[in-house]
């Protein structure tokens, strides 16, 4: 195929689609270009159905090449290895809009990667990633109900800007990735410093627009290249089946959803699954029959919530299920909290360390490193499953990632509070919405750690269920069968002034605006009431830390002297940690951390960098230590480094024959800086500060012979100090 181009412009950028050029076996691909920020994505799709899958076989890899941001990957071997928490965060955010666009009953397998060639770090690459799958899919004999398409909506004091620069974007108060359809909104992902819900709103109206242009793009292309698109093979189960499934379960399954216990339902239903498979199984094929069941499950919810207004376990459409939360639980961690909503239960624990432990990242990005961390936990017990228990997957690294950016927007600067703070979030009962309980938890634990957030955040999940004539129904707080069953994922954090976070994932194939608005209307009002809860716990952020954190100190050098506090290789800061048992850290501008678990340690290395990096001041007294001896002087260290010369004549108030007579080298001595000369030397009196001294008049300036003047040259050629004329 000879290589063709297809161009628009977004907000003053040029989008670049090339087709035709690399990658020429795959089922389709395309390279993507805004500025010097280059992507390829292609798809692959197996010729025959995966064999035992109920599901769709779709896998989504985006791939970081540290060339692409002129960068060597770190570590022993040099090369990329398992994706960067990052990488794994851009292929969610690929998967999430394009999955529900899919049909639910395909079965061959299919892969897209995007690989980052080139970036600039000012184009998003993920933008591109996910424009990059849909158009390979709207190529591809994959029949999919796109295009699709994504920006970035940027909100700086008042304005709006669609596609800001990455670098911009480290400034905004609101960060919103919005993914479209031609007609609705398919994704949400955004970050927030306390917006309004009118803002949020008014960014999402923007990107929706925005994205318009983008999918005529991608439609120019298919019309231009596209495959013709694959029948999908539906089998229906027989009339026969579905009658008999239905003869057993009758009201039961009813029945069953209203226990309000998710255990006691769980039992009702497998309870039936087993007489239904013992009743039919050798009779109608078991694929049909479970099928029927699952569509009944699905009947029975959906028409309970469209039709009676009633949900899972009886409750309201907005009402929250019991909430509690307690601080202070283990005893020697930094803080810890644990928040229940209903079955749902997280335990979160924080660790304060030294600057020195902040988290260096080795990816693509433009931020190296970053002080606050928050890890999710999601172990099998959570759910009372049996199952692989090991690293992070991707739901992990999702969840930690939504409550880490929950919970950034109110994290006290660095300069105030100079710690580098980890979370971890543990699950300990799941039933819906375990992310938004890890918020809540998690500002809970800050607290009891004496950590200044700016203000509690709490986060609700919004549901959704909807039918074919139009209607839907919102539901506050899902628990894991509505989640399950339902149509949205909508979470949303918050402080009481504001949002801090927004993530909305979805089955269906878009959200009308009404729906956004609706949702975010819900949330904000469940926020308010779980705030409120939270507070009986714990009313305000704890006045110290706890007494088994280390203590930050701040103190401030001037810049020039960084080279003096590190030392030859670093030698003087690591003697100065071994001397104190203190942690020091400093920032290029001659900002010092120390931290030490006792004051003791922190105050003697704070001394040993004060007294490093101060000057000496004439007038100034100072207790010294004696370091060498000349016939005509001797010399005291007064500050670390720094010599001064108490010549013969200023040892003693009486005449001194030999200087060995008054100090001898290790001598502790107390003496005053008479006099810094034009070359920096310091000259130092004993005399001046002996009983009496200020009585009597300072004898005549002293003549300078050649005798002095060989000693000065030939015995303090580059030493600091010198002696009084």
């Known amino acids: 195929m000879t290589p063709q181009s297809f161009k628009t412009t977004l907000s003053g950028k040029e989008l670049i689609v090339e087709i035709g050029r690399v990658a020429q076996q795959a089922e389709a691909a395309v390279t993507l270009r805004s500025g010097d920020t280059v992507v390829l994505t292609t798809v692959c799709v197996s010729p025959e159905a995966r064999e035992g899958v109920d599901f769709l076989p779709l896998t989504v890899n985006y791939e970081e090449r540290m060339y ?5 990957p770190g570590g022993f071997l040099r090369r990329e290895g398992r994706p960067t928490d990052e990488a794994t ?147 229906n189960p027989s009339d026969e089946v579905v009658q008999a499934v239905e003869t057993i379960l009758g009201n039961r399954l009813t029945e069953a959803l209203e226990l309000p216990l998710k255990a006691d339902r769980i039992e009702a239903m497998e309870a039936l699954k087993q007489e239904i498979r013992d009743s039919l199984e050798g009779e109608y094929p078991k694929g049909e029959i479970m099928a029927v069941f699952e569509a009944n499950l699905k009947k029975v919810v959906r028409s309970s919530i469209l039709d009676k207004g009633q949900r899972v376990s009886g409750r309201g459409l907005k009402e929250i299920r019991p909430l509690s939360g307690e601080v202070g639980l283990l005893p020697r961690v930094h803080g810890s909290g644990l928040f229940n909503r209903g079955e749902t239960q997280v335990l979160s624990i924080v660790t304060l360390g030294a600057i020195r432990q902040e988290q260096m990242l080795d990816d693509i990005g433009i931020v190296d490193t970053k002080r606050f961390m928050h890890h999710y936990n999601f172990p099998p017990f959570s759910t009372g499953e049996t199952r692989r228990s090991g690293s992070p997957g991707r739901r992990e690294i999702g969840h930690g990632a939504l409550v880490e950016r929950a919970l950034t927007a109110v994290m006290p600067p660095d300069a105030d509070f100079p710690y580098t703070i980890r979370v971890v979030s ?42 074919d004539t139009g209607r839907f129904t919102l539901l506050t707080d899902i628990e894991g069968m509505e989640d399950h069953l339902g149509d949205m994922d909508f979470k949303v954090t918050g402080t009481a002034q504001g949002i801090t976070a927004v993530q909305m994932d979805m089955k269906i194939k878009g959200l009308s605006m009404e729906i956004v608005e609706g949702a975010m209307e819900q949330a904000k009002e469940a926020r308010m009431d779980i705030l409120e809860v939270m507070k009986q716990a714990l009313a305000e952020t704890r006045s110290q830390v706890s007494p088994y ?52 340690s922190a105050s003697k290395a704070i001394q040993m960098i004060t ?54 080298p290790g001598d502790e001595i107390t003496v005053k800086v008479t006099d810094i000369d034009s070359q920096g030397r310091i000259n130092l009196s004993r005399r001046i500060l002996l009983p009496g001294a200020q009585d009597r008049p300072e004898g005549p300036p002293r003549p300078q012979g050649d005798r002095f003047k060989n000693n000065r040259s030939s015995d303090r050629p580059n030493r600091p100090g010198g002696f009084k004329r």
């Open 426 to 467: 543990e699950v300990l009962s799941s039933n819906g919405s375990t992310s938004m309980a890890s918020t809540c938890a998690s500002t809970l634990a800050l607290m009891d750690a004496g950590i200044p957030i700016k203000a509690p955040v709490a986060g609700i999940s919004i549901g959704l269920v909807t039918d």
């Open 68 to 72: 692409a941001a002129g960068k060597i």
């Open 89 to 235: 965060l851009a292929s969610r955010l690929t998967d999430r809009p394009i999955r529900p666009l899919l049909p639910k009953d395909w079965r061959r397998e299919i892969q897209i990667i995007s690989t980052v060639l080139s970036t600039d770090q000012e184009n998003d690459p993920k933008i591109l990633s996910l424009i990059g799958a849909s158009t390979v899919l709207c190529l591809s004999q994959v029949p999919f109900d796109g295009p699709v398409s994504a920006v970035h909506v940027g909100y700086f004091g008042g304005e709006f800007k669609v596609n800001p620069t990455l670098s911009e974007l480290q400034d905004a108060e609101l960060d919103l990735v919005i993914a479209s359809t031609g007609k609705a909104v398919a994704m949400i992902e955004a970050g927030a410093k306390e917006v309004s819900e009118a803002v949020f709103n008014q960014a999402v109206k923007l990107g929706h627009e925005a994205n318009q242009a983008i999918i005529t793009l991608q439609e120019e292309i298919t019309a231009a290249f596209g495959k013709p698109k694959v029948s999908i093979p539906v089998i």
């Open 549 to 600: 954190a280390p203590r930050m100190h701040k103190i401030k050098i001037n810049p020039e002297k960084i080279g003096t506090v590190i030392g030859p290789g670093g030698k003087m800061i690591r003697s100065i940690i071994e001397a104190s048992g203190a942690t020091v850290d400093i920032e290029d501008d001659g900002s010092v951390f120390v931290g030490a678990t006792n004051e003791e």
């Open 611 to 664: 007294d490093l990096t101060r000057e000496v001041e004439v007038g100034t007294i100072y207790t010294g230590k004696v370091t060498r001896l000349m016939n005509f002087g001797a010399f005291v260290e007064v500050l670390p480094g720094k010599e001064g010369l108490v010549h013969i004549s200023e040892l003693a108030d009486y005449r001194v024959d030999k200087v060995e007579d008054i100090v001898k």
